[in-house]
């Protein structure tokens, strides 16, 4: 028994060696300083491209196929729908979109893996370690990310992260306007995060998105700004959240808990299933 005993103390003991020597191996002066919470900066609404107006404005490079449906999803929202944003139901906004930082965000850097956690999502990881992309990958709305640590005016420490995404699964859209990717989620994204050279509580993102519904990669900058004071608030999508979806309508919980119309001369939707008064007579 007391032999039991002595194995079990030493595999312990093993253990926490193992982990003290790579708690030890983490060199913190080699990373940037990228503490605190990133919001995009203030007045900014939630369009993917900073530099032009949401919707129509932001002019898309799609191809025509997509286009239509981006089109569709506009005449939609003008008639007081909600076209095909996906984040009605509270859906995950997911890749690229999340990264618009609708609410704040924080970095978590560690050798081998490098944390984004979202006041109102999943974390995102960023796998560091230089394993690379993995065959039996199961789909998901944020993807899977690689990312490379580099040192670009060498001067020994890190400054710039680039990260890869695949491996998607949809439907997810650009912005709330309902810009759409392909159905396919062959999407690949391409970041690169490094902090503003004059001004070290402002951080840069440029996303290229590569996908088929496009006609040529698109690339855009989206910027954060650092709060250094530390103040999570709880973000909950599902409450008080009033849109309905059913088929492929969207309706609206009133005050009082019925169901409304989202917009004007909507027709109610199939109760097929449910047996009406008249009929239970």
Known sequence: MLDRYMTGAVALAAAMLVTLSGAAAFDEAKYPDWSGLWTRPKGLLTQWDPTKPPGAAQRPPLTPEYQAIFEASLADQAAGGQGTDTHITCVSNGMPRIMTVTFPIEFVILPAMTYIH??????????????????????????????????EDGDGRFDTLEVETRDFKGPRTYEPSGIPLHEDNETVIKERFFLDKADKDLLHNEITVIDHALTRPWTVMKNMRRNRNLQWLEEDCGENNQHVVIGKDNYYMSADGYLMPARKDQSPPDLRYFKRKADAK
């Open 118 to 151: 979202f006041e109102n999502a999943f974390p995102r990881r960023i796998h560091t370690d230089g394993s690379g992309f993995p065959k039996d990958q199961e789909p998901n709305l944020m993807g899977y990310s690689v990312g490379k640590w580099i040192d």
